[in-house]
């Protein structure tokens, strides 16, 4: 069994193909070229965690074409996910959790670690800081910096690497999820 990370999948999300520069002419070609990369690497076997924003527009038409994934699927989310206290400032949460599990999501709320090999790991949807290059938004929602490494996404293309936070987010990883050995390489040289 191996763990995958990945981000701002933004399954459904039409607007995301110019707003991030994706390389698709449609959000359907997008969609199946995520579960296509997706499957590629991740086994039936395999855990991913997704660290926010899986999937907008219509819930019942972007959140079902998850279902296809492969693996046990956590998601710690995002602010567009619905899930989210970020999402409408929190309002109706238990009203989509269920939609989010018959999808096959494990919801993750509050703060998260994970040891992976010798390291302890802070997980959240938001880096510890910056944001869009154009408006530092979401402060109140940022993990608290204890000196963790940090994994994330949110920020899209912008960055992959800025000291000890590592985006996992699709757009700067091949549209793929991210084995843990090449987090567990990246925090040797980052906190080895």
């Known amino acids: 069994m191996t763990t995958y990370f990945t981000s701002d999948t933004h399954f459904g999300h039409e607007r995301i193909i110019e707003l991030s520069g994706r390389p698709f002419a449609t959000v359907d070609e997008m969609d199946e070229a995520l579960i296509d990369r997706w499957n590629a690497v991740v086994n039936p076997t395999d855990t991913v965690v997704h660290l926010g924003d899986l999937a907008l527009g219509t819930l019942a038409v972007s959140l079902p074409k998850t279902r296809r994934l492969n693996g046990r699927r956590l998601l710690k989310p995002g602010n567009h996910d619905r899930v989210s206290p970020e999402y409408a400032n929190g309002k109706q949460i238990e009203r989509f959790i269920p939609i989010?599990?018959?999808?096959?999501?494990?919801?993750?709320?509050?703060?998260?670690?994970?040891?992976?090999?010798?390291?302890?790991?802070?997980?959240?949807?938001?880096?510890?800081?910056?944001?869009?290059?154009?408006?530092?938004?979401?402060?109140?929602?940022?993990?608290?910096?204890?000196?963790?490494?940090?994994?994330?996404?949110?920020?899209?293309?912008?960055?992959r690497e800025d000291g000890r936070m590592l985006n996992v987010g699709v757009d700067v990883n091949d549209f793929t999820p991210v084995h843990e050995d090449v987090v567990l390489e990246w925090l040797e040289r980052v906190a080895g």
Do not use: C, K, M, N
């Open 100 to 159: 989010y599990e018959d999808a096959g999501w494990e919801i993750l709320h509050g703060d998260s670690v994970l040891e992976l090999g010798r390291f302890t790991v802070a997980l959240s949807h938001y880096p510890y800081v910056g944001d869009h290059t154009d408006d530092d938004r979401h402060v109140d929602a940022r993990p608290d910096d204890l000196g963790l490494p940090l994994l994330h996404g949110h920020i899209h293309e912008q960055r």
